[in-house]
């Protein structure tokens, strides 16, 4: 068991009995003036309870088993946009997430904005067999000429793990490259950073500002079944507590990911034959 070196309201301090490391917790409450249950009820406004516990009550499992986008069960007939979908004009610019896979799922997510709106509107998602057939199917999506740049697992592009036909160590994102599928760019893969983000878009579900069209059904269900890792009781003991997702049927958000954290930026003009806002609103 841990010594217990100090204790008053709010804090504690105890050497760890393992590491010896001395730790101190230092709770909301040492500070007399966040006691009253109004400062609670003013710091917790918009917080749901299992995420109140982890950030505030020090409750380091709160979120175990936790959805991290429920957001999207609650306001899916306003995140998911079913047809008819609206045309876009030559001028209109999309780009695309990639997450390449062999036995998993390869996930290639074509994304567009308009009004400060971003939507993903298409989707592959299936292994790769073969280079060529995957070329084909990202080369069959009908917005691919205006692609702007494809956001991908950075590996692919920084990792030589593929030998060629002539006998050299070459990347995926080269022998990518020999069949057409040119515009990659390492994504950036800093999770807790994407999904504060995805948060941000979603925080007011009467006007959301990511959207999915419903001819993306992997993306949906992936965001829909995204669940909050854990982390052992050793692990617990030795380590920082990280939050971050499940590493299981996660590629597609890692797509989105790759494609959300390199910043993409539209014209302020209206760049669809319509103002999309106002068409998904009607």
Request: charged share 25%; hydrophobic share 40%.
């Amino acid at each position: 068991m841990p010594e217990l070196i100090h204790q008053s309201e709010g804090l504690k301090i105890v050497r760890n009995d393992i590491n010896k490391f001395i730790v101190a917790t230092l709770h909301y409450t040492a500070d007399p003036k966040k006691r009253t249950s109004a400062w609670k009820a003013e710091a917790s406004a918009g917080l749901a309870p299992a995420r109140w516990a982890k950030e505030y009550e020090i409750d380091y499992v709160a979120l175990y088993g936790q959805r991290v986008f429920p957001e999207i069960a609650q306001g899916r007939d306003r995140i998911v946009i079913a047809p008819p979908y609206p045309e876009f004009s030559a001028l209109q610019p999309f780009w695309a997430g990639f997450d390449f896979g062999q036995r998993n799922p390869s996930a290639f997510v074509v994304y567009t904005i308009s009004e400060g709106v971003t939507t993903a509107i298409w989707e592959h998602y299936a292994p790769c067999r073969n280079i060529n057939d995957l070329a084909a199917r990202i080369h069959s999506c009908p917005y691919y000429s205006q692609i702007k740049y494809i956001a991908c697992d950075p590996t692919i592009v920084n990792r030589k793990t593929q030998i060629n036909r002539y006998g050299t160590m070459v990347t995926i994102g080269e022998m990518l490259g020999e069949v057409g599928v040119k515009k990659l760019v390492p994504g950036v893969t800093d999770e807790a950073a994407w999904i504060e983000l995805m948060r941000q878009h979603w925080k007011n579900l009467d006007d959301p500002t990511f959207r999915i069209w419903a001819c993306c059904p992997n993306l949906i269900r992936e965001f829909e079944n995204a669940v909050f890792q854990e982390q052992s009781d050793r692990e617990m003991l030795t380590q920082t507590y990280t939050e971050g997702m499940e590493d299981v049927q996660n590629h597609a958000l890692d797509a989105t990911k790759y494609f959300m954290n390199s910043k993409p930026k539209a014209t302020a003009r209206v760049l669809g034959k319509q103002p999309m806002a106002r068409w998904w609103l009607k």
